[in-house]
């Protein structure tokens, strides 16, 4: 879901969208939230969301998007693993936004919103307001806080007014799901990033979703919305929309394979120790020290970070078990 382009926060793109700002809308001016496919980085896995302000009388077609980091930031990595990243909300013509999508050949999905020519300009106000630089930065949260959450509650807020309490119709989509189950549905079965995912994710992972909690992903709120109305109105006007296209992993490149591999080598060892009667203790050492390790960070993480879902689960005893299982080949005479 994150978006890393800082040519969207170029003086010149500051000044074109300041320079828009100055203006009100037409009446005929357009509010589109757009959802862009995911990408083969893994923090572009889950895709993106964006919003499009077109209003073509004032030569205004301008892209927000609350997904913009920077790894130059001092002490980047540290912050990320503590979960204290500090995203930004970036602006871009459109033009722009689509030719860096069309260079990965990622689809960009459009949904055109049934917004008054009020609401439209209440919108445009309030992402010219979070674009002020003293407002641009916020902390990101994946599940919590992230490009998709920020403009699914202006964009409701702005269209329900002070009727936003119970009156959406129920898009079924996570009830009865966990986070877990989500999160791996845009993580292709089988590859090292869906095994990583399941080390690191503990208990909270697999607390049961309801309503507005699966949002966070950008590819069901573009569903949700799809379907979404008040007693009154529906939210999308009109729609171009697919389901996202996950690529399945090569048997061979994934973790079950690598796994497989991992447990024939230990076994060997094993029985090889066997023959020649004496202990591999490097092997020991070798395996032990980095399981160690991991489970160093998923206490750190558990314990002094704001990740909401990491945690110690049954999935970090997968390793060990199959040390343990390979070495009584050495033991059970």
Known sequence: MQHRLRTY?????????????????????????????????LYARYGHTAVRVLDEENDIDIVFNYGIFDFETEHF????????????????????????????QRPVYEQWLNFTPEQCQALWEALLENYRPENRKYLYNFVFDNCATRPY??????????NAEGEWSEYKGAEGKTYRTFIQHYTPKGSWADFGINLLFGPKADQTMHGEERLFLPEELMFYMSQARTADAV?????????????????????????AL????????????????????????????????????V?????????PLVGFGWRLLIIPLIHLCARLI????
């Not at 939210?235 to 690598?258: D, H, L």
Request: charge should be positive.
């Open 77 to 104: 990595y540290w912050k990320f693993m503590r979960g204290e990243t500090w995203y930004e909300l970036g602006a871009a013509p459109y033009r722009w936004f689509m030719h860096e999508y069309g260079l990965t």
């Open 235 to 259: 939210m999308v006007q009109s729609e171009q929309i697919a389901p996202f296209e996950i690529q399945a992993v090569p048997w061979y490149k994934t973790w079950y394979f690598g796994i």
């Open 262 to 297: 991992y447990a024939l080598l230990i076994a060997g060892i094993s029985y090889y120790d066997r023959r020649r009667g004496r202990w591999s203790r490097g092997v020991e050492v070798a395996v032990g020290i980095p399981y160690v390790l991991l489970l160093l960070l």
């Open 299 to 307: 206490a750190f993480l558990t314990f002094f970070s704001c990740h």
């Open 9 to 41: 926060l170029l003086a010149g793109c500051l000044a074109i969208v300041l320079s828009a700002g100055a203006q009100e809308l037409s009446s005929n001016a357009r509010i589109a939230l757009l959802t862009c496919a995911p990408g083969e980085e």
């Open 330 to 333: 050495y033991i059970i005479r």
């Open 153 to 162: 509650y202006m964009i409701t807020r702005i269209f329900c007014g002070n």
